[in-house]
């Protein structure tokens, strides 16, 4: 039996309540953004209106630095509704920088991954430190472009594993699926962008880390795709997958807002190590 891929992706349809938790990310998110007088918000990496980074530091010295990616299938949402995801890292002595990026169909998904690419060297020329990525959805096929992109090719006086580990929560890394969706109208991929999109082809730099978690009761595509990166990729890099039990594709990140989960301690984890490393 064919596989119904525009109900596969469809996450809105299959979480009728996501306008509740969507709606709760904006009050939650404006809430941290209150208590961070310290934040520096809608710095500018690039020209696009949605080019910009919030920063928010933790006051600590030395501080590890972590990006985190928004999704909305590139489609839609912004790094405003997403300040609060710094709070428990802030606490832990992690910076944390949230990313914006321009929004199909205005852009392509190519200029996406190139603004991404944009703001993590925008923060390595301010801060002269590796970068830990972080990203759900959208952000985490961005999050997983970031780990994969050969740096040096792109700026001679970054280090070439300039983003040396990310964590990619229900993220999509075989976009070829996109080009029988609905969605696809504004994403406008052929096959050619479609698979130049995808991470999953990439030549892979050796020696870095990804890591993959999907929600537990997402569509079979989307724990799927989760699945062909983390073995696809295993063999030039150390990956691991999880399932968050029980979570969605918007419920998956909530773990983010406990300071106790593994999520948090994870992430907490991998920007320490990226920033342990030798420039």
């Not at 939650?28 to 020209?47: M, T, V």
């Not at 999953?200 to 989760?226: A, H, K, N, T, Y």
């Not at 992430?267 to 190590?273: C, F, H, N, P, S």
């Amino acid at each position: 039996m064919p596989i119904d891929l525009e109900a596969e992706y469809n996450n809105r349809a299959r979480v009728p309540e996501h306008p509740a938790i969507l709606a709760k990310l904006d009050v939650d998110a404006a809430a941290y953004r209150a208590k961070a007088p310290k934040a520096e918000i809608g710095l500018r990496y690039g020209p696009g209106e949605r080019q910009v980074i919030d920063l928010f530091p933790s006051g600590a010295a030395k501080a590890p630095l972590a990006m985190f990616i928004h999704g909305g299938y590139w489609r839609t949402n912004h790094c405003s509704s997403y300040s609060h995801l710094a709070e428990h890292l802030n606490a832990r002595g992690i910076d944390v920088a949230v990313a914006g990026y321009d929004l199909c169909p205005q852009v392509k998904l190519g200029d996406i991954i190139a603004e991404m690419r944009a703001a993590v060297l925008f923060l390595w020329r301010k801060r002269r430190q590796r970068v830990f990525v972080f990203g759900h959805s959208a952000g985490g096929h961005l999050a997983a472009c970031m780990v994969a992109t050969h740096w040096q090719k792109l700026a001679a006086d970054a280090p070439d594993d300039l983003v040396p580990a990310a964590y990619a929560i229900s993220g999509l890394y075989d976009l070829t699926p996109m080009l029988s969706v609905s969605m696809n109208q504004e994403l406008r991929l052929d096959e050619n962008q479609a698979r130049a999109a995808s991470p999953l082809f990439w030549d892979v730099p050796p020696g870095r880390i990804l890591d993959v978690v999907v929600g537990g009761i997402e569509s079979d595509e989307f724990r799927r795709q989760s699945r062909i990166i983390a073995d696809g990729w295993q063999d030039k890099m150390r990956t691991r997958y999880a399932e968050i039990p029980g979570a969605n594709h918007f419920t998956v990140i909530d773990p983010m807002s406990d300071p106790d989960s593994e999520m948090v301690q994870r992430v907490v984890e991998l920007a320490r190590q990226t920033a342990a490393m030798k420039l």
